[in-house]
């Protein structure tokens, strides 16, 4: 059996999710991905077994590598600052992993519940991650989940179509995604109030 190499699995990962975001799944092959890779076809199975296995694999690294972006040290200052920091963060590493991105997106859209359920449990966790910044514990009222839950469904539509059309400057998209993380948190507050969240510091969230 071959032996386990970080790098080759790094770039079977890489041309799988080139190929996956190019092309739907079933006309995309594990030979062809191998080729792309420049790694022997057996390289695919030993790491990933099948092709169901690969393209899971590469849904999960995609979102694995968001989710390091927004554990990584946050910078100091006040709270518009900060959100800002995170959020600039967040569109440079897709820009820097778009294939991934989309590759994560598409899937997302699918029919597969498990690649869904993947996908939704990576964005309830980014929402669980924002409130607390916020200050805010559970359990969370469900005006707000909902509304932080439709934020972070939002946010990653925002970067998807920024990505097809590239006509939205990074400033732009995180000045509009801040906007309507205010708008909502606001009406989820007026809806049912959050303990712990000071209406406060919604207003200084937008610089």
């Known amino acids: 059996m071959p032996t386990v190499n970080p790098g080759r699995r790094a770039l079977i990962l890489d041309a799988a999710a080139e190929l996956f975001t190019a092309r739907p799944f079933d006309e995309v092959t594990t030979s062809e991905v191998a080729r792309r890779a420049g790694v022997a076809y057996g390289l695919v199975a030993h790491h990933f077994g099948s092709k169901?296995?690969?393209?899971?694999?590469?849904?999960?690294?995609?979102?694995?590598?968001?989710?390091?972006?927004?554990?990584?040290p946050q910078a100091d200052g006040p709270p518009a600052e900060r959100l800002r920091d995170a959020l600039t963060r967040h569109v440079a590493h897709i820009d820097a992993h778009a294939r991934g991105f989309l590759a994560l997106m598409r899937a997302g859209n699918g029919a597969d519940a498990e690649v869904r359920a993947l996908i939704e449990r990576h964005q309830a966790a980014g929402a669980a991650r924002l409130l607390a910044a916020l200050g805010v514990r559970e359990p969370h009222p469900p005006a707000l989940r909902a509304a932080v839950?439709?934020?972070?469904?939002?946010?990653?539509?925002?970067?998807?179509?920024?990505?097809?059309?590239?006509?939205?400057?990074?400033?732009?998209?995180?000045?509009?995604?801040?906007?309507?993380?205010?708008?909502?948190?606001?009406?989820?507050?007026?809806?049912?109030?959050?303990?712990?969240?000071?209406?406060?510091?919604?207003?200084?969230?937008?610089?």
């Open 149 to 207: 839950r439709g934020w972070v469904t939002g946010w990653d539509a925002m970067l998807a179509d920024r990505l097809e059309h590239r006509d939205v400057p990074a400033a732009t998209v995180v000045a509009l995604a801040t906007a309507t993380l205010v708008a909502a948190l606001r009406a989820a507050h007026a809806l049912d109030p959050v303990p712990g969240l000071d209406p406060r510091l919604l207003d200084r969230l937008i610089p």
């Open 52 to 72: 169901r296995g690969l393209y899971l694999a590469v849904v999960e690294a995609a979102a694995e590598r968001l989710r390091a972006v927004h554990e990584a």
